[in-house]
Every structure is written in C-alpha cells, then in structure tokens.
C-alpha cells in the first residue's frame, strides 16, 4: 500500500529531525570549559565547566569584593558557584562547540596584532577526544558566540557573587546591585537569571530586606524563563 505523498514527505522530514537531534546531541560525559585570564580586570581569572548533563560549575579567583569593612571577610578566597544550565543554552554550547570541530585546531586570530582582551582557553573533553585552544581574539564565528555566551554568563555569576555577600553583610546595598543588574537585563546582557534564582529567592523571602529591593529581585526572578 502506497502512504500518500503527504504523509510520506512527513515522515521523511521527522526522521531526518530525530536523526539531525542525535548527530548534535553531546556524548556522555563530555566536558566543556572556558577559562578567561585577564590582569587587571575583576574578576582577573575564572573558569567555566559545563559537562552534558548541563551540570555546571563556576570558580573566579583575585576579587576584592566590598568585605574590607566587614568582619570574617573572606575576601581573600576564590568564588566557587554550582548550577544547572537551561536545556536550551547547554544544548546551544554543545552545538557551537561541534561547530568549532572540539577546538582541535588553531582559533587565535594572528594575521595582525590586536588589541589584548585577555587570555581566553576553550577545551572539550569527552571518551574518544580531548581539546584545548588558547586565544586572545578569534574570527571564528562560532568559537566568538561561545565566548560571548560565557563572558555573559560570568557576569551574571557575579552578581550573584555580590548579592550574595551585600545579603550576608549589607543589605541596604542590595538595591543598587539590583538596580544595575536590571540595568543590565535592558541593554540584553542577561543570560541564565535562573542560574542565581536561588539567591535572588532568598533575598525576596527575607523580611530584613527594605521592600524595594524584594521587588526588584522578583521582578527579575519573572524574567527567569524568558533570559537567554
């Protein structure tokens, strides 16, 4: 029995998705990390890993944060972060990183001199492969979304960094934080709100905290599923 033409181009056109989902999904186990060296910056160092789950973990290292006035500073000590990334930018990561062949080739930009941005490292690392590329600037399309991706993603991290210490030590500063992390979410800078949803519950769930500063980290707790 003949499908009808229709049908038949319905089926061809699913099976070439699932087949399209497959080839782009990550291995098992597989890694990715960036990792950003920049002297004089804040923070001058941090570290992205993403394995494929979308488990992902954050370190950044020499800030001084505003806990020089405050006792126990632990000022001194790296940030370390852990979170979930959303399904949609763990499977955008992985796609961009297949994209870029793993970094198994040279992605420095090195026709001409540029201007210094940092010592940026990409690696992938799965069963069969195991990557590294050190750049300054790259014209690889790509490798420059992933870069963007995780230097945005970094700068959420870190205002969750601060909110979380301005909660702990000084609460009456939380509005100014809020304030340009809302600034921020404005100009399109905002990825991953979802990252520090627990940070910014805790700080809507404390009574101690002045009302204004409750509203402002709900209101960017609503934009949680549309951040990207």
Request: proline share 4%; charged share 20%; glycine share 6%.
């Amino acid at each position: 029995m003949r499908l009808p033409r229709a049908l038949g181009v319905f089926f061809c056109l699913t099976a070439a998705s699932l087949l399209a989902q497959l080839a782009s999904a990550p291995a098992p186990g597989a890694v990715i990390a960036f990792t950003l060296d920049f002297p004089g910056s804040m923070p001058s160092h941090y570290s992205i890993q993403v394995d494929s789950s979308g488990k992902a973990d954050y370190t950044s290292g020499d800030v001084k944060s505003r806990a020089s006035d405050a006792d126990n500073s632990d000022d001194d000590q790296p940030y370390r972060y852990s979170f979930t990334l959303s399904p949609g930018s763990r499977a955008r990561i992985f796609d961009l990183a297949a994209r870029a062949h793993y970094f198994s080739g040279n992605i420095n930009y090195d026709k001409h001199r540029v201007a210094n941005t940092g010592t940026k490292t990409l690696s992938y690392k799965d069963a069969q492969q195991n990557n590294q590329a050190k750049y300054n600037y790259t014209a690889n399309p790509d490798v420059q979304e992933l870069t963007a991706f995780f230097q945005d993603l970094s700068m959420m991290l870190e205002f969750g960094r601060r909110l979380q210490f301005d909660h702990h030590y000084q609460k009456l500063a939380l509005d100014a934080e809020l304030k340009s992390m809302e600034e921020a979410e404005k100009q399109g800078g905002i990825v991953e709100v979802q990252a520090i949803a627990p940070i910014l519950q805790e700080i809507v769930n404390d009574p101690a905290v002045v009302n204004v500063s409750r509203s402002r980290a709900q209101r960017l707790l609503g934009k949680e599923g549309s951040a990207r």
